[in-house]
């Protein structure tokens, strides 16, 4: 069988997974604090039909003959780079400015760990996000609340009939990464610890680059529509030639076999 048809079939393969995670990020361009992925390719192992600096005469060496055997998908990476702001006049609405995550206990027990600050109260007054999932630490809204107010620095304030001039009620602490692309998606605008990202390192915003908290505000997706159309016209392109080396190789052949009859 000619080895380009099934160079081309990786190749074609790649493309496809190149694709869907195009859809997927075009999927979530209004998806809150969503972040993109990016497929990565690499080549796939070398047939040596000769070695390279073998000796071919007395004075010269070979350049080496190495054929290779298409490509595959090594991983989608995600790309923390930081949405636009949207400025929502909303009071349970947080954005981060900076390089860190919210943490919420997720139904397992676990630490989750999320951009998304679309908050709500739950019918017990806590704090969660919007899949009902509480802060961590917690943080409880009296029922008397007539305004919830919280800074730059997280510290969540109440303003009640009763002490109008405020009181605070707890604190928001942010989680940070060295190394952001290594945490697992979970769904939901959830990702959770992996040995890749390392442990989280926990303060209160405006500490480092933990980044600061823009109440009223929200993250948008980092996804550019226009960037993700410009992929898709070059996976599209790519995956036309793969299909153009497959009809090719299979013109060859046809060639082949009726030169033999």
């Known amino acids: 069988m000619n080895h380009a048809l099934w160079i081309s079939k990786t190749g074609l393969q790649a493309q496809d997974t190149r694709l869907?995670?195009?859809?997927?990020?075009?999927?979530?361009?209004?998806?809150?604090?969503?972040?993109?992925?990016?497929?990565?390719?690499e080549d796939l192992f070398y047939r040596t039909e000769m070695q390279p600096g073998a000796q071919t005469g007395d004075n010269t060496t070979a350049g080496g003959v190495q054929i290779g055997n298409g490509t595959r998908v090594v991983g989608a990476q995600k790309i923390h780079t930081s949405g636009s702001v949207q400025v929502t006049g909303q009071a349970l609405?947080?954005?981060?400015?900076?390089?860190?995550?919210?943490?919420?206990?997720?139904?397992?027990?676990?630490?989750?760990?999320?951009?998304?600050?679309?908050?709500?109260?739950?019918?017990?007054?806590?704090?969660?996000?919007?899949?009902?999932l509480p802060l961590i630490?917690?943080?409880?809204?009296?029922?008397?609340?007539?305004?919830?107010?919280?800074?730059?620095?997280?510290?969540?304030?109440?303003?009640?009939?009763?002490?109008?001039?405020?009181?605070?009620?707890?604190?928001?602490?942010?989680?940070s990464f060295i190394n952001p692309a290594g945490l697992l998606a979970q769904g939901d605008n959830l990702f959770q610890e992996t040995a890749a990202s390392g442990a989280p390192t926990e303060g209160e915003p405006g500490i480092e680059s933990l980044g600061k908290i823009k109440q009223g505000s929200l993250e948008g997706s980092n996804v550019q529509a226009v960037?993700?159309?410009?992929?898709?016209?070059?996976?599209?392109?790519t995956y036309e030639m793969n299909t153009k080396v497959l009809t090719a190789s299979d013109s060859m052949m046809q060639s082949l076999v009726q030169a033999a009859r």
């Open 93 to 132: 609405d947080l954005a981060i400015v900076g390089n860190g995550f919210f943490q919420v206990e997720m139904n397992n027990g676990e630490t989750g760990y999320t951009r998304a600050g679309q908050l709500r109260l739950d019918q017990d007054g806590r704090l969660t996000n919007a899949q009902g």
């Open 227 to 237: 960037e993700e159309m410009v992929e898709m016209i070059a996976a599209q392109r």
């Open 137 to 175: 630490p917690n943080i409880n809204i009296p029922q008397e609340a007539t305004s919830i107010t919280m800074g730059e620095n997280g510290v969540v304030s109440v303003i009640t009939a009763a002490n109008p001039n405020g009181t605070e009620v707890g604190q928001i602490t942010l989680a």
């Open 20 to 41: 869907q995670t195009i859809a997927n990020n075009l999927a979530n361009v209004n998806t809150v604090g969503f972040k993109r992925d990016r497929a990565v390719f």
